[in-house]
């Protein structure tokens, strides 16, 4: 059953086209790659999924309920998250403060105010526990590691309890050690139920991590099925070697 369904999807920033007619799936409670060559539209797609900028023509589809043209609060609240190619925190507050800030409908004043803490803050530290980076709960954010802020943004995604979760190129600049950790965090939150559309450069995180990968080229899905087919299909040799 898909959980995502991208129809037709497209959009164009003056005279250049982004994405053109872009049509994929996203199967729940599946691990989806999404991957393409530098400027295939992989990023607009994520933008147009979550609401960051409006489709020109096309639909998205959520749980089977049209979302294309909503705002990113609206489709947040729906149950859909994501992170960015650079991790996006709050640096002048604390690890802990970070992870209930997502939870904070009110917003950063009522997370702020007084009594906001008790089992929200509970979960929030579970969560930190869980993506082992709870030893820093209550150093600044802007203090933080590359690495240790790439694993807060996702633990603080995960606050909202989403069910779908978009993550934009989660290996960039990461070492093989916290990657393969990075790896691991998903495969077992995949377990749990959560389902994952992730662009990514690292075709070895992608190929041993993803059960379906979706290849993008001037910002049409060209191919998609499982990483072996993929890794084996024609067009994408061409589109990634330029023929």
Request: net charge positive; hydrophobic share 45%.
């Given at each position: 059953m898909?959980?995502?369904?991208?129809?037709?999807?497209?959009?164009?920033f003056?005279?250049?086209?982004?994405?053109?007619?872009?049509?994929?799936?996203?199967?729940?409670?599946?691990?989806?790659?999404?991957i393409g060559?530098?400027?295939?539209?992989?990023?607009?797609?994520?933008?147009?999924?979550?609401?960051?900028?409006?489709?020109?023509?096309?639909?998205?589809?959520?749980?089977?309920?049209?979302?294309?043209?909503?705002?990113?609060?609206?489709?947040?609240?729906?149950?859909?998250?994501?992170?960015f190619?650079?991790?996006?925190?709050?640096?002048?507050?604390?690890t802990l403060?970070?992870?209930?800030?997502?939870?904070?409908?009110?917003?950063?004043?009522?997370?702020?105010?007084?009594?906001?803490?008790?089992?929200?803050?509970?979960?929030?530290?579970?969560?930190?526990?869980?993506?082992?980076?709870?030893?820093?709960?209550?150093?600044?954010?802007?203090?933080?590691s590359?690495?240790?802020?790439?694993?807060?943004?996702?633990?603080?995604?995960?606050?909202?309890?989403?069910?779908?979760?978009?993550?934009?190129?989660?290996?960039?600049?990461?070492?093989?050690?916290?990657?393969?950790?990075?790896?691991?965090?998903?495969?077992?939150?995949?377990?749990?139920?959560?389902?994952?559309?992730?662009?990514?450069?690292?075709?070895?995180?992608?190929m041993?991590?993803?059960?379906?990968?979706?290849?993008?080229?001037?910002?049409r899905?060209?191919?998609?099925g499982?990483?072996?087919?993929?890794?084996?299909?024609?067009?994408?040799?061409?589109?990634?070697?330029?023929?």
């Amino acid at each position: 059953m898909s959980l995502l369904e991208v129809s037709h999807l497209s959009k164009r920033f003056g005279g250049v086209v982004a994405v053109d007619g872009c049509s994929l799936s996203v199967a729940e409670q599946s691990i989806t790659g999404l991957i393409g060559p530098n400027g295939s539209g992989k990023t607009t797609v994520f933008n147009l999924v979550t609401g960051f900028i409006p489709p020109d023509s096309g639909e998205v589809r959520y749980k089977s309920q049209a979302i294309g043209g909503m705002g990113p609060d609206r489709i947040y609240a729906r149950g859909i998250g994501r992170t960015f190619q650079l991790a996006r925190i709050f640096p002048r507050l604390t690890t802990l403060e970070n992870m209930l800030v997502p939870v904070r409908r009110a917003g950063l004043r009522a997370l702020l105010s007084h009594g906001q803490w008790g089992h929200e803050r509970d979960r929030a530290m579970q969560m930190l526990e869980f993506m082992e980076i709870s030893h820093v709960a209550r150093t600044l954010a802007g203090a933080l590691s590359y690495g240790q802020r790439k694993l807060l943004e996702l633990a603080a995604v995960m606050m909202a309890r989403p069910d779908l979760v978009l993550l934009d190129e989660p290996a960039g600049g990461v070492n093989p050690a916290l990657l393969e950790k990075i790896g691991g965090h998903i495969h077992e939150l995949n377990r749990q139920g959560v389902t994952f559309l992730i662009v990514e450069h690292n075709m070895g995180f992608v190929m041993n991590l993803c059960h379906q990968v979706v290849v993008l080229h001037q910002g049409r899905a060209i191919a998609s099925g499982d990483p072996k087919t993929v890794r084996q299909n024609p067009a994408v040799l061409d589109a990634y070697l330029g023929a």
